[in-house]
């Protein structure tokens, strides 16, 4: 290493990892840290003791635990902020430019685990699985006069159109699973996508998607435009039989909306990897709605994700060592 890397490198002595045990319970090595200087990784960091773990800290890692302007406004040592997840709304970015902290984040580790949860959760949607499962343990299959019995409408993809909110990297991934099940592909984003004819994926405005769907699959981001997305205005205007699918943000759907509209029948069904709440609130409705799916923010969360996730956040604090910094947010 040249002398200009070592110099660069004795100053980031100290790394911290507030909120560790979502990205790594056990099955995985923080140690490729190590050799960036001392590490010590907490599992879970309440709000109160975020200050004192890193107050002498050079780096540190979070992947939900906030960092508000209060808190970097006390941080005189810190430089690097590594957000272990895609989305940084957890960092206050204003006041991290403002104190000259670089912030850096996961992009595109998670795609193919998402689209294969919106399928996941989709296919149980059209076979209920799980509850035909319970069912066959519960002894109905045993009592059953007939060979078969099914307790719910089951549902053929083919010839079924799914309509995609959001056309970035996990849109597309959906969407080439869509057709691998040969279904059409409708599609709303800011702008209109030239590789979409390579999935035979067509775009539309917003209310056509939502009137001509049979599955609706959320895959945008959170902003303002899209806070509150689907509220009773849109539901309305989807399908009696259609289906709805959220592995974006919890706050894309109005959740009470979406409950009256699955207890009413408006729609048919909806599968949720994600709350406006996170845990769940135990008086959220969705939990009690009728044919309403829920996973607990699990899309991402596949091993082999995971690894994925930690190797670039290894290669995020190199690079912005090396003075070549990549994925910054700042």
């Not at 580790?109 to 689209?115: L, Q």
């Not at 800011?190 to 405005?205: G, N, P």
């Amino acid at each position: 290493m040249g002398g200009g890397l070592i110099s660069r490198w004795r100053w980031i002595m100290k790394i911290v990892v507030l909120d560790g045990y979502a990205l790594n319970p056990g099955d995985m090595s923080w140690t490729g840290f190590s050799k960036f200087g001392e590490l010590i990784v907490y599992d879970r960091t309440p709000k109160g003791k975020i200050i004192e773990r890193i107050a002498d800290a050079d780096a540190v890692l979070t992947n939900k635990t906030p960092l508000r302007r209060e808190t970097l406004e006390k941080l005189n040592k810190l430089k690097y902020i590594g957000v272990l997840a895609t989305g940084f709304n957890v960092v206050d970015i204003d006041a991290a430019t403002k104190s000259g902290i670089s912030v850096t984040n996961i992009p595109g580790y998670s795609t193919d685990a998402v689209a294969q949860m919106v399928m996941a959760l989709l296919l149980e949607l059209c076979h209920h699985a799980g509850d035909h499962s319970r069912e066959v343990k519960d002894g109905a299959w045993s009592a059953s006069k007939d060979f078969v019995f099914w307790s719910y409408p089951l549902v053929e993809l083919k010839g079924k159109t799914i309509g995609i909110i959001g056309f970035g990297q996990i849109g597309r991934a959906v969407a080439r699973l869509a057709k691998a099940f040969g279904m059409n592909i409708l599609y709303n984003s800011k702008t209109k996508k030239e590789y979409a004819k390579e999935l035979d994926a067509i775009y539309t405005d917003l209310d056509s998607l939502i009137e001509q769907s049979d599955v609706i699959s959320l895959n945008c981001p959170l902003t303002d435009e899209t806070r509150n997305l689907i509220n009773r205005e849109t539901l309305v205007k989807m399908k009696n039989s259609a289906f709805l699918i959220n592995t974006a943000r919890g706050p894309v759907i109005n959740e009470n909306d979406l409950a009256e509209a699955l207890n009413a029948n408006i729609i048919a069904g909806a599968a949720v990897d994600v709350l406006s709440r996170e845990p769940a609130d135990k008086k959220n409705p969705l939990l009690s709605a009728k044919n309403c799916i829920i996973t607990p923010h699990i899309a991402w969360a596949t091993k082999e994700a995971r690894e994925r996730l930690m190797t670039i956040a290894i290669k995020n604090i190199k690079a912005y060592i090396d003075g070549k910094p990549q994925n910054l947010v700042i």
